[in-house]
């Protein structure tokens, strides 16, 4: 049983190219989430999906598109990177669609914008 | 939003119990309190959740005064792996713009 599982581990990226992080869940559940760490940071909420075909923005969205064709996939896409993105990407899931559940964490994606 | 603030660091000694207070005014009422820990360069990890009174599970408890407004989590006999950066997690009034406090950097000494 894999849980989520996100790739790429790591990627560094030049300003203004775009890229997409994955992320793939196999429990099942209909909540997944992204959420970013800064060095010494708590994490704070990109984006979150309660069900394939549904998403909707956290605290900071700007930058940043989901989308959730499948209940298992829930990739963020960095549509012009910023060096003020350069940080630890977490994906998540839970079986509650309220997020207040069980979040299951995937291993993070470190990203680095030059 | 709903906001939680809880200390920024603790010091430890092994085999000592550790109390870590979250600060929750906000709090929904249908909302339930939930404590993860994080070790560097890994995910969250869930610990323990509650809705009020107290919960108890093999690594923890939970303690929810009635008004809901502040939560404790407690490590009895902590040990040196229990070195990491705690959070307490509650949702919005949604439920689903679920908020990470700052966390809290417990360090246990032996």
């Known amino acids: 049983n894999a849980g989520v599982t996100q790739t790429p581990k790591f990627q560094v990226l030049k300003t203004g190219q775009s890229m997409t992080l994955q992320c793939a869940q196999d429990m099942n559940h209909e909540y997944m989430s992204w959420y970013r760490q800064d060095p010494g940071m708590g994490l704070r909420l990109i984006h979150y999906s309660v069900g394939a075909g549904i998403t909707d923005q956290g605290e900071v969205p700007n930058g940043y598109n989901v989308s959730r064709s499948t209940t298992e996939d829930f990739p963020l896409r960095l549509l012009s990177a910023a060096p003020s993105q350069t940080s630890v990407y977490f994906c998540?899931?839970?079986?509650?669609?309220?997020?207040?559940?069980?979040?299951?964490f995937g291993e993070g994606s470190r990203l680095t914008v030059l | 939003l709903a906001k939680t603030t809880q200390p920024i660091s603790m010091d430890s000694y092994e085999g000592q119990e550790v109390n870590i207070t979250c600060s929750h005014n906000?709090?929904?009422?249908?909302?339930?309190i939930t404590w993860y820990q994080q070790f560097p360069s890994q995910g969250p990890r869930f610990i323990i959740q509650?809705?009020?009174t107290k919960v108890t599970n093999e690594v923890a408890s939970l303690f929810i005064p009635a008004d809901r407004k502040s939560s404790t989590l407690s490590l009895p006999r902590v040990s040196l792996s229990d070195t990491a950066v705690y959070y307490c997690l509650v949702g919005d009034t949604g439920g689903f713009k679920t908020i990470f406090g700052a966390g809290t950097r417990l360090f246990v000494k032996a």
């Open positions: 998540a899931s839970s079986y509650s669609r309220r997020g207040t559940g069980e979040l299951f």
């Open positions: 509650g809705y009020k």
């Open positions: 906000n709090i929904a009422t249908n909302d339930y």
